[in-house]
T-cell receptor, first 111, second 117 residues
Framework: SQQGEEDPQALSIQEGENATMNCSYK?????LQWYRQNSGRGLVHLIL?????REKHSGRLRVTLDTSKKSSSLLITASRAADTASYFC???????????FGTGTRLTIIP | GAGVSQSPRYKVAKRGQDVALRCDPI?????LFWYQQALGQGPEFLTY????????KSGLPSDRFFAERPEGSVSTLKIQRTQQEDSAVYLC???????????????FGEGSRLTVL
């Protein structure tokens, strides 16, 4: 079963705008990760945030984590057409090696 | 190769046939995972290996699914007597291993798309 939900399920924005995706999870985590998947391809790791961190940046990506609300958000700034993809959050739980993925947000950047 | 390699990329099987999907992880990666991804959904965990040991197979949907990694490198996911509901993309991922029980970055292959007619 899916660990959490991403919201929105789909998002379309103009190139240059910022895109924000949210993820909620159910159980205590060790870390939370975000992945990107282009159509018909495998997943690519974007960023990992540990449970004791609140915010992390990587290039145009900014991730926040609120463990009290069991939620995370991914912000992509100054979006580009190449950012069009599905984005998944994945939770790493204590004592459990597997990552549990959410349902994904399909992001479309309109040139 | 530099990345995780999966074969075949596409497989069409008639209902009842057996299929075998291969995963060649990144050299030196201790951990290997298999996931199943239905159309429009996120990946669902199937099974996990640490070297040759299958430590978690809780996600395998039935006893028709079997995975092995006999020498701690290449892994094979076998599905016996395929059913239409087995149609999905099967993703393999590998990583260096866990640190303190936490899984770090996973490196995914391109997946094997199975269609059962």
């Amino acid at each position: 079963s899916q660990q959490g939900e991403e919201d929105p399920q789909a998002l379309s924005i103009q190139e240059g705008e910022n895109a924000t995706m949210n993820c909620s999870y159910k159980t205590s985590i060790n870390n939370l990760q975000w992945y990107r998947q282009n159509s018909g391809r495998g997943l690519v790791h974007l960023i990992l945030i540990r449970s004791n961190e609140r915010e992390k940046h990587s290039g145009r990506l900014r991730v926040t984590l609120d463990t009290s609300k069991k939620s995370s958000s991914l912000l992509i700034t100054a979006s580009r057409a190449a950012d069009t993809a599905s984005y998944f959050c994945a939770a790493s739980n204590f004592g459990n090696e597997k990552l549990t993925f959410g349902t994904g947000t399909r992001l479309t950047i309109i040139p | 190769g530099a990345g995780v390699s999966q074969s075949p990329r596409y497989k069409v099987a008639k209902r009842g046939q057996d299929v075998a999907l291969r995963c060649d992880p990144i050299s030196g990666h201790v951990s290997l995972f298999w996931y199943q991804q239905a159309l429009g959904q996120g990946p669902e965990f199937l099974t996990y290996f640490q070297n040759e040991a299958q430590l978690d197979k809780s996600g395998l949907p039935s006893d028709r699914f079997f995975a092995e990694r006999p020498e701690g490198s290449v892994s094979t996911l076998k599905i016996q007597r395929t059913q239409q509901e087995d149609s999905a993309v099967y993703l393999c991922a590998s990583s260096w291993g866990t640190s303190g029980g936490a899984t770090g970055e996973l490196f995914f292959g391109e997946g094997s798309r199975l269609t059962v007619l």
